[in-house]
């Protein structure tokens, strides 16, 4: 019972914690991009490529 929930839990935290891994990549070539050009839209785009990896990711795995 409460042990299934923990480790089910566990797992979407494993997996919130691989996309929020990818976003953060995401905004650091954003906020270097943004340090080299001065353009602010180049973290908006680094944060929504790490979004878009992060979730496209876990898919990767189940079509093996």
Avoid: H, M
């Avoid at 954003?30 to 490529?49: C, D, L, M, R, S």
């Avoid at 876990?58 to 079509?63: E, I, L, R, T």
């Amino acid at each position: 019972g409460i042990r299934d929930s923990v480790a089910s839990r566990g797992l979407g935290d494993v997996y919130k914690r691989q996309v929020g891994n990818w976003i953060g990549v995401g905004t650091a070539i954003g906020a270097a991009v943004f340090a080299a050009t001065n353009e602010p839209v180049w973290i908006a785009v680094g944060v929504a490529i790490g979004a878009a990896i992060g979730w496209r990711k876990p898919k990767d795995k189940n079509d093996q």
